[in-house]
């Protein structure tokens, strides 16, 4: 694993430095990195609230739906699009982070594209959930993993060629602090009709995903969107229920039977990626 120093403390904001198994600032702040190859770099002062990211149960139900390749169009579309800014870049080493990586498989995903492709990229994935960074970090060792919260990301300033963003809640600030000119942001939003057939379950009245975009100060340069049926059976729509937020934000606790009856599921994301002038 090759990594630059542009990972900072989160006591002094001062760059941190990666010696063997150990990240350290000038002033003697340091970090372990696990045997697994993450880090731990979120202070208790910094989360938001006591939310700390995914449960076990979230996780281990993200990492058996996706590892099924359900997703895996979305995957190929990350890539393509990442892959094009790698490729157009004079960037070396080339620096891409994943903001809210989750259990790492769009970012495992695109280090294997990469590797095929003869690329190279220095390569991060960050998220708030230290459950869901152990399972990212024991699938690919190449990738240096961050315990970190995306609203006080614990990277330098203009340091990221490009940000991968799935999902994953984020501050607009944060994103340009870290981006450098010309770098862009691979984001990925639900669209309208995402998981139409279980929010019918789930809501007397569902509504549909609103796909507007909140980045600022970033320029539009492509956007798309993949909509396709999944077929699915019972135990991919019990792993889609408890990775998703609906499984601690609605009131209703649907029977096995609800969701068994579930054959098929639409899964549908906006792609956009935006440049940083």
């Given at each position: 694993m090759e990594v630059s120093d542009i990972?900072?403390?989160?006591?002094?904001?001062?760059?941190?430095?990666?010696?063997?198994?150990?990240?350290?600032?000038?002033?003697?702040?340091?970090?372990?990195?696990?045997?697994?190859?993450?880090?731990?770099?979120?202070?208790?002062?910094?989360?938001?609230?006591?939310?700390?990211?995914?449960?076990?149960?979230?996780?281990?139900?993200?990492?058996?739906?996706?590892?099924?390749?359900?997703?895996?169009?979305?995957?190929?579309?990350?890539?393509?699009?990442?892959?094009?800014?790698?490729?157009?870049?004079?960037?070396?080493?080339?620096?891409?982070?994943?903001?809210?990586?989750?259990?790492?498989?769009?970012?495992?995903?695109?280090?294997?594209?990469?590797?095929?492709?003869?690329?190279?990229?220095?390569?991060?994935?960050?998220?708030?959930?230290?459950?869901a960074v152990k399972c990212a970090a024991s699938k690919n060792k190449h990738i240096l993993f961050i315990v970190g919260n995306s609203f006080r990301i614990p990277l330098m300033p203009k340091s990221v060629d490009c940000i991968l963003n799935v999902f994953a809640p984020f501050s607009a600030d944060e994103v340009n602090r870290i981006l450098k000119t010309n770098g862009v942001v691979v984001s990925v939003k639900p669209g309208i009709r995402h998981l139409i057939e279980l929010k019918n379950i789930l809501y007397n009245s569902p509504r549909c995903h609103d796909a507007t975009e909140t980045y600022h100060e970033l320029n539009l340069i492509d956007k798309c969107q993949i909509e396709y049926s999944i077929n699915v059976n019972e135990e991919d729509v019990s792993n889609l229920y408890f990775m998703t937020p609906y499984s601690w934000t609605t009131q209703k606790n649907p029977s096995k039977e609800e969701l068994a009856c579930l054959t098929h599921i639409t899964a549908s994301f906006v792609v956009c990626v935006y440049q940083k002038p």
């Open positions: 990972i900072k403390c989160p006591v002094c904001d001062n760059e941190l430095f990666l010696e063997e198994k150990l990240c350290r600032c000038k002033n003697n702040h340091s970090y372990d990195v696990s045997k697994t190859n993450y880090v731990n770099l979120i202070l208790a002062n910094q989360k938001k609230s006591t939310f700390s990211g995914d449960t076990s149960q979230s996780v281990y139900a993200r990492d058996k739906f996706l590892a099924r390749g359900h997703y895996k169009r979305l995957s190929d579309c990350i890539n393509r699009h990442t892959m094009n800014a790698v490729e157009s870049s004079d960037s070396t080493p080339f620096c891409i982070l994943d903001m809210g990586c989750g259990v790492g498989y769009y970012v495992d995903m695109l280090h294997q594209e990469i590797e095929y492709g003869g690329l190279s990229a220095t390569i991060y994935g960050m998220d708030i959930s230290k459950k």
